[in-house]
């Protein structure tokens, strides 16, 4: 099977002016990556609002099926690549922090609600998902969503491999001081849980916030196959499944679980 060629767009920077903004820069983005080969374009967390809206968030929140969404779904047509992005999703009176899936041609394939709220920001403003593994198929290849905290938590990608994922999204939304999430504990997921993770983050000040950037495809052998700066980029690498299997047959930790000693896990008492 040919690897899967994804490009991971780092920014702009700031809150953007409007969705129209936002837009504009994504079809910018989907055309130079459709140019490097790209099949599939990954956003970072809440790319298509900003993610600093504070009380205004409820105005900008939309359906998974809205305004936002048929945008994408047209500039992905265009383009010839899926395209996965964040973006507020409304549903009835409760806002979710979530990712949307669009195919090549336009179809809506997944969608993922945030499930670990971080800080009083996020706890404040979203309602978090309850539903822990989404995926969907692109080009032969097992695509799973996170978002950003949700990759900190290793139960959740193990969840991931042992559901068949190979390729995880996570757009995130990564602040300073936090670089080690990017430069070290993303590629340890991907290594301990064998699969790539396709990270990417915003970037610059926002609000009361500051960016990180460093965006990164790791793959399971724990190396970056593509990692970006701090400012505003687009980064391309491929996702292969070959590599993913022999790194499978040599690294067996997904075989050599024992999960009957693990149970207490999941239930035993925070401190």
Not at 79 to 106: C, K, M, T
Not at 126 to 133: A, C, K, S
Not at 169 to 183: D, G, S
Request: proline share 7%.
């Amino acid at each position: 099977m040919a690897p899967l060629r994804i490009a991971l767009h780092q920014g702009p920077g700031g809150v953007p002016r409007s969705t129209d903004d936002s837009l504009a820069a994504l079809a910018d983005a989907a055309h130079r990556a459709a140019a490097s080969g790209a099949r599939l374009l990954l956003t970072a967390e809440l790319y298509l609002t900003g993610y600093a809206l504070g009380d205004a968030l409820p105005e900008h929140a939309e359906p998974a099926d809205g305004p936002g969404a048929r945008a994408i779904a047209a500039i992905a047509a265009e383009h010839g690549l899926a395209i996965a992005y964040g973006y507020p999703e409304r549903d009835g009176e409760r806002i979710f922090n979530s990712v949307q899936l669009i195919d090549s041609d336009g179809t809506r394939l997944a969608n993922y609600r945030k499930a670990h709220l971080f800080g009083e920001y996020e706890n404040a403003h979203f309602t978090p998902g309850d539903e822990p593994v989404v995926q969907a198929e692109l080009d032969g290849v097992r695509i799973g969503m996170l978002i950003c905290y949700d990759v900190e938590f290793p139960e959740a990608v193990r969840a991931h491999a042992l559901a068949g994922t190979e390729l995880l999204l996570v757009p995130t939304a990564l602040m300073r001081p936090y670089e080690i999430v990017a430069q070290t504990l993303v590629p340890a997921r991907a290594w301990e849980s064998q699969l790539y993770i396709a990270y990417a983050n915003r970037t610059g000040p926002e609000g009361d916030f500051h960016f990180a950037g460093l965006s990164c495809l790791a793959a399971p052998d724990g190396t970056a196959r593509a990692r970006a700066g701090t400012g505003p980029d687009l980064v391309v690498g491929d996702a292969d499944p070959r590599l993913l299997t022999a790194s499978r047959a040599e690294n067996t930790y997904l075989g050599d679980r024992r999960p009957e000693l693990y149970r207490s896990l999941a239930t035993a008492p925070a401190d």
